[in-house]
């Protein structure tokens, strides 16, 4: 009788773990290290298994899916919940040990945190470019020079600390940062186009397409005034032949990117290819960013 009463108790423990949460089965309260960087889920959860224990099974959904861990000596639960937070996942029991499954609720919320951070750099970026648009007053060489002749006198104020200098160069610095938004060429070209065309040209950025724009009424372009050849070679630079300006909206990088494709007076040289960037990260003010609430 006593035999079969062990052997009725040992039944009923190993039943409780089996059917207990992974969020209060005592083998996961285990501290463990882990050094994997980009490594298959299966062979995260092998880690996990030799060093709790427990075993695991992945849903094979999951079985093309990475994760980088590099951990001292946490307990195995907190690392599948940073882990089950960050990917959309969770654990079911089966048999003596979880089965790892995405979790459809958890990755709705991501997907919406993604596509909510995806609008607002898109309204970053139309923002950036109609601001560009009104700090335009006049020609280009205009604002380059204005803002050459600011920072020449905030380093001459730097240099002969004459009295209230300091007063002084902190208003010339508000200036230069206003100024000097559109004394960048690529800034000044985007900002004035900006204003030029209809908000439907640049509903295609949204759809993450690349505008382009050509001084050579080119198939496929939109008219870039000629003005711009003028501008391009500002200061010094010989005026080019010919001119293509394409603008695109990189949301995963969050920036806009530039690109300027001159073709020199000379008609046997090569064209010649400049490319700028400018971030356009949303307001984390507004709401907190997927990264930054997974943190929390």
Known sequence: MRYVLVAVAWLTLCLQVQANDWQTDPRLQKPVTLQLPNAPFAE?????????????????SLQEEKATFFVTNQPAQQILAKWFSLF?????????????????ALRQQEQEA??????M??????????????????DYP??????????????????EKPPGWQDRRAALAEQFAQVQEVALRHQYLAGWLYR????????????GETVWFSTAQEPGMLPLPQDA???????????????????????????LVFYTITQPADPNAEPQLELYTHPVSPNSEQKPSLQLRWER
């Open 88 to 104: 959309g996942l969770k654990c079911e029991p089966k048999e003596d040990g979880y089965q790892l499954l995405p979790d459809p």
């Open 114 to 119: 993604v596509e909510w951070e995806r609008r």
């Open 229 to 255: 050849l003028r501008w391009q070679a500002y200061p010094d630079r010989p005026i080019p032949r010919s001119m293509r300006f394409g603008i695109r909206l990189d949301e995963i990088g969050q920036e």
């Open 44 to 60: 995260i959860l092998e880690e996990l298994s030799k060093h709790t224990g427990v075993p695991f099974t992945i849903h094979p």
């Open 196 to 207: 030029l065309f209809a908000p439907t040209v640049w509903s295609r950025l949204r759809n």
């Open 142 to 159: 205009v604002h380059a020079r204005r803002a050459s002749d600011i920072e020449e006198e905030m380093d001459k104020l730097q240099q």
């Open 121 to 138: 750099i898109r309204l970053e970026a139309e923002k950036t470019l109609r601001r560009w648009s009104q700090l335009i007053r006049d």
